[in-house]
């Protein structure tokens, strides 16, 4: 006997009907941005990160049709709390992390217990570029030289004082007090604007500043730069010799990146990293954070993976030569 009605052609109507409201689903479900993006900067509002998180973050803001993004300051412990507070997002790729070679590689040999692994916990972007750090001092100090700086450091053991605030601006100091057989202490600051500010007030005698941080300081009169960590002298007039003018293989290199907590999917991360380079190829954006200290690098994937893990071992060795001791 013939039922009623046929129920297998009635599931098959009603599947049919259906199929472009799944579809319409799934592209909703795939569908990135969302929702607002969230670039986590773990330092404060003014410093290096928060230059290059705001910068990315206002090109980010076009290139994605007027997306909402927010850059949220987290500082503290040498980047560890803003570290975390990336890790402990939804893993849904709408929260990165402004990385650095303090959060994703000196951290590790400075802290006995760092509550996260920046390999295992994170998934690499990629590297908006390198930087050195230059030694700064006061217009109107006794030494306006390297050479004279450690002169007057030697006759003076113990009397000179500096500030740091992240691992670019502790680690060059105590390779330079080791390699050069001197005497000085130093003192932890949140805030690089904190430690500028005492270097000014004559609270320190030099500090050691991320070349992104140098050029707008060095505008101020009362300061000057006397050398510069990287292999070659910082050409931004006056040109800057090297540490390693006067201390033959000294150098010590910085970076800035972007990372997103592990298990991020992998096609959001493509997708932003291919915002990056888009980012590293516009004109305007580039000149902009070389313009501040910054040799804008692009690397993304696994060399960006690569180039993180290889750090890790870099600022272990410049660590473990300065004599630092894990907190």
Do not use: C
């Not at 994937?301 to 894990?326: N, S």
């Amino acid at each position: 006997m013939k039922p009623p009605f046929d129920l297998t052609r009635r599931d098959a109507l009603a599947t049919l009907a259906m199929l472009p409201i799944a579809a319409h689903a799934q592209r909703s479900k795939s569908a990135w941005p969302s929702r607002p993006i969230t670039i986590v900067v773990p330092s404060t509002a003014g410093g290096a990160a928060d230059f290059v998180g705001r910068s990315f973050a206002q090109f980010l803001g076009t290139a994605l049709s007027g997306q909402n993004i927010v850059v949220d300051n987290r500082a503290g412990a040498g980047g560890i709390v803003g570290t975390l507070a990336a890790l402990a997002a939804p893993a849904d790729g709408h929260t990165f992390l402004i990385s650095t070679n303090s959060t994703h590689a000196a951290n590790v040999s400075l802290y006995k217990n760092l509550r996260y692994d920046p390999i295992r916990d994170f998934v690499q972007v990629g590297l908006f570029g390198t930087y050195a750090s230059v030694l700064i001092v006061r217009k109107d100090a006794p030494f306006k030289t390297l050479a004279q700086f450690i002169e007057h450091a030697r006759s003076n053991p113990g009397k000179l004082n500096y500030g740091y605030y992240s691992s670019s601006s502790h680690v060059p100091p105590e390779l330079l007090r080791v390699r050069a057989q001197l005497q000085f202490s130093g003192a932890s600051y949140k805030a690089i604007t904190q430690v500028l500010t005492d270097l000014m007030g004559g609270q320190l005698d030099f500090v050691f500043v991320d070349t992104l941080s140098a050029a707008p300081a060095l505008q101020n009169d009362k300061l000057m730069a006397l050398a510069v960590t990287s292999a070659r002298g910082w050409s931004d007039p006056p040109p800057i010799p090297p540490v390693a003018s006067i201390l033959p293989g000294y150098e010590v290199q910085g970076w800035f990146g972007l990372s997103a907590r592990a298990g991020v999917p992998p096609d959001v991360v493509a997708k932003m990293a291919q915002l990056m380079q888009r980012a590293l190829d516009n004109t305007e954006f580039r000149i902009g954070l070389e313009a501040r200290g910054l040799t804008t690098q692009s690397l993304t994937g696994q060399a960006f993976e690569r180039f993180v893990a290889e750090d890790v071992t870099r600022w272990a060795e410049w660590i473990r030569l300065a004599g630092i001791e894990p907190k």
